[in-house]
């Protein structure tokens, strides 16, 4: 299995909505990213984690809140969000240290109303 | 700060020739790796080809390799022989390792790649 998968595909919300997005992989990777993609741009990374926790926080808004709470999942949760952070965001695993390359999902196409 | 530049915003490349993407880098790390990834309007971001920097030998995968020139900081990739499923955006990537044990993986602008019958 090397998927890496994310839910919903799609999501739209009010800015006063809480929601969730999910990453889900079962390769036995030990880094789990997310990253936010705006049209026509690169990938720009937001956080990561290794080995389950936090270990690197890209001066994201608190409104981003990720949380990893086991190795094979990694949630994005969301609050009071603003139109201008409707974007693709992307989930992304790798073995750690160097090991092999990083495996991406699908993403979540966010639109924030 | 590690930074990866692609010159190309766009190329067209007629079915069956071949296109090469260029892609250049800064750092002061002695050990990283280089990718190349392409990411169709299915939006799946998929890994063409990876390439060690401690390694001399360029990296082949089928249809597609590259032209690592260490020295010139310098990862461009050739397709052969183009297909209609080659469209798409190709991303090059360098990933170095940080403190507590996880990568950074930063990604250059793209090239949108159309390939033409």
């Known amino acids: 299995d090397t998927e890496v998968t994310q839910t919903p595909k799609h999501l739209v919300m009010g800015m006063t909505n809480k929601k969730s997005l999910k990453c889900e992989q079962h390769?036995?990777?030990?880094?789990m990213y997310w990253y936010k993609q705006k049209a026509k741009k690169p990938p720009e990374l937001m956080f990561v984690?290794?080995?389950?926790?936090?270990?690197i926080n890209e001066s994201v808004p608190s409104r981003f809140s990720p949380e990893c709470p086991n190795s094979s999942l990694l949630n994005l949760h969301l609050h009071a969000l603003q139109p201008e952070d409707s974007a693709l965001y992307l989930c992304?695993?790798?073995?750690?240290?160097?090991?092999?390359?990083?495996?991406f999902g699908q993403g979540t196409r966010l639109t924030v109303v | 700060a590690q930074t990866v530049t692609q010159s190309q915003p766009e190329m067209s490349v007629q079915e069956a020739e071949t296109v090469t993407l260029s892609c250049t880098y800064d750092?002061?790390?002695?050990?990283?790796?280089l990718f190349w990834y392409k990411q169709p309007p299915s939006r799946q971001m998929i890994l063409v080809i990876r390439?060690?920097?401690?390694?001399?030998q360029n990296a082949t995968e089928n249809r597609f390799s590259v032209n690592f020139q260490k020295a010139a900081k310098s990862f461009s990739l050739k397709i052969s022989d183009s297909q209609l499923g080659d469209t798409a955006m190709y991303f090059c990537?360098?990933?170095?390792?940080?403190?507590?044990?996880?990568?950074?993986?930063?990604f250059g602008k793209g090239t949108k790649l159309t390939v033409n019958p």
């Open positions: 984690y290794s080995y389950e926790k936090l270990s």
């Open positions: 390439q060690e920097a401690y390694k001399q």
């Open positions: 992304a695993s790798s073995q750690s240290y160097m090991n092999t390359e990083a495996f």
């Open positions: 750092t002061s790390e002695s050990n990283y790796y």
């Open positions: 990537a360098f990933m170095t390792p940080t403190q507590g044990g996880s990568e950074k993986l930063v």
């Open positions: 390769m036995g990777h030990r880094a």
